[in-house]
């Protein structure tokens, strides 16, 4: 992955675990940077230009974080503007979709997913621990009638195929690149 490593700084190739986190950052944000079009596109042709701007924004921050760490920002951080930008990104369309039943609600889950990836099984954790704090909030709002329940709209179907299909693609995606990372620390030792 000659052009990920260009995007790191050479202070992280010390740490074989930190070079291997920041690899996965990348790869993600250009994972990220791929499918943003798409995604804009297609909430656009389904009527939900708000949501693709916001799909946007959020792609661009979490786009650019590689770069932050040549600007000396610690991977730690790095990785928690990542998951913090889709984290606001899941809220925002879970108060604009429908609640905790809103089609795009299960990509929640990435949220510990990269988290522990890219830094391990205590941000994992307390990336869990706010996302399931943040649904139990939503769910909350949700039966105080201060989020309204999912709209039945013609794309709403589509959205939640897609949805799904997105979603394990990249569980899929965090999966193999958490093995493959597995398997050169066992090559490693």
Not at 3 to 8: A, E, H, T, V
Not at 31 to 59: E, N, Q, R
Not at 112 to 139: C, D, N, S
Request: proline share 6%; with cysteine; aromatic share 6%.
């Amino acid at each position: 992955m000659p052009i990920i490593d260009r995007i790191l700084p050479d202070l992280l190739r010390v740490d074989r675990g930190q070079w291997q986190a920041a690899r996965h950052l990348s790869i993600l944000a250009a994972v990220t940077a791929a499918s943003i079009p798409l995604l804009v596109l297609m909430y656009h042709l389904l009527g939900y230009d708000a949501v693709g701007m916001v799909v946007l924004t959020a792609g661009i921050v979490m786009m650019v974080t590689p770069f932050t760490l040549n600007a000396g920002v610690p991977l730690a951080v790095a990785r928690d503007l990542f998951v913090g930008a889709l984290f606001l990104l899941k809220v925002w369309m879970a108060v604009h979709l429908g609640g905790v039943a809103a089609p795009t609600t299960a990509w929640f889950v990435l949220c510990p997913a990269v988290a522990m990836l890219i830094g391990g099984f205590r941000p994992g954790l307390v990336w869990a621990a706010i996302v399931t704090g943040t649904m139990v909030l939503l769910f909350g709002l949700e039966r105080a009638g201060l989020i309204l329940p999912p709209q039945a709209t013609p794309g709403m179907p589509l959205l939640q195929l897609v949805s799904m299909l997105g979603l394990a693609g990249l569980v899929t995606l965090i999966m193999a690149l958490a093995k493959g990372a597995g398997s050169i620390e066992r090559r490693g030792h």
